[in-house]
């Protein structure tokens, strides 16, 4: 099939996967992706991965044939020193900024004509109101990205709220088909309170992420029948501005939301669908 016949029965393909027992998929893809093969085996099903979506194996802490599966080299740690960290306000992920903007009326843009409530995506109307009016970052996290997250800012995590719920793609036909996508796909939310105000970096699923791990807590995503779990840290976790927080098991988004008045829109660096580095500084310096 030529490209464009693929690329034109994607749609009918999307439309069908809401009858399509997507936790269950991804739940089964995420154990077959860690699955342990013979050396050999693994050699090539890691360097086929890399091939296809063109992964830069230099940047991995180990060789290719290091990694004993798939799922083990998705998670690789990159090489020390290669993503300095560039001051105490910094992108959490390796990825693509989708957007960026000003939270209004209690709803985050998902795209251009749709959005969806900051109350239902946090799952808590009381600390959503904390948001009003201040800013958020929304990125993706391709196949071909480093996966694990890290901390944008440095302080103390004081709560944590994990969200089940379905685990729709975040692609780009999704967020133009699925209302409200990053309020009905599972999630994990963190707070930290930091010299930046209040910080939530929001975890979100997508299909065939067979979890999401965090560095502070001991929960697991994607279970059947999980219901929605808040923590609070007494004492907070003490986390610094590019630490590791997080872990995607497969790929997905991050959403990350500000107070008002804390992040000047106009001395943003950070460009709109553009990849993005962690580490690097969200703001022009003054």
């Not at 399509?20 to 342990?36: E, Q, T």
């Not at 979100?204 to 999980?226: L, Q």
Request: charged share 20%; aromatic share 10%.
């Amino acid at each position: 099939m030529s490209p464009c016949a693929s690329f034109a029965i994607l749609p009918l393909v999307y439309r069908y996967l809401r009858y399509v027992p997507k936790n269950h998929m991804s739940r089964f893809i995420g154990r077959l992706m860690h699955v342990r093969w013979p050396k050999p085996v693994a050699r090539r099903l890691v360097h086929w991965f890399a091939n296809t979506y063109e992964i830069d194996v230099d940047e991995a802490q180990h060789p290719a044939h290091h990694y004993p599966s798939i799922g083990h080299f998705f998670i690789r740690d990159l090489r020390e020193g290669l993503r300095p960290i560039e001051g105490d306000l910094v992108s959490p992920v390796d990825g693509t900024l989708r957007g960026f903007g000003e939270i209004e009326n209690g709803r985050l843009e998902q795209i251009k004509g749709k959005s969806y409530t900051v109350a239902k995506f946090l799952g808590d109307a009381t600390l959503a109101q904390r948001f009003e009016r201040g800013v958020f970052f929304n990125l993706y996290l391709s196949p071909q990205d480093y996966h694990h997250i890290h901390s944008p800012v440095g302080g103390g995590i004081t709560r944590s709220n994990h969200i089940p719920g379905m685990l729709w793609p975040v692609n780009d036909w999704s967020m133009a088909n699925v209302d409200e996508l990053f309020s009905i796909n599972e999630r994990v939310v963190t707070y930290i309170e930091s010299d930046h105000g209040l910080v939530a970096v929001v975890m979100i699923g997508a299909t065939n992420v067979g979890k999401i791990s965090v560095i502070y807590d001991s929960f697991i995503s994607n279970v059947a029948r999980a219901t929605q779990a808040t923590r609070a840290y007494d004492p907070p976790v003490a986390i610094h501005a590019g630490d590791r927080l997080g872990t995607f098991h497969m790929g997905s988004s991050v959403v990350v939301l500000f107070e008002p008045d804390r992040i000047d829109l106009q001395r943003v660096r950070l460009e709109a669908g553009k990849k993005v580095r962690y580490g690097a500084a969200i703001l022009h310096s003054h």
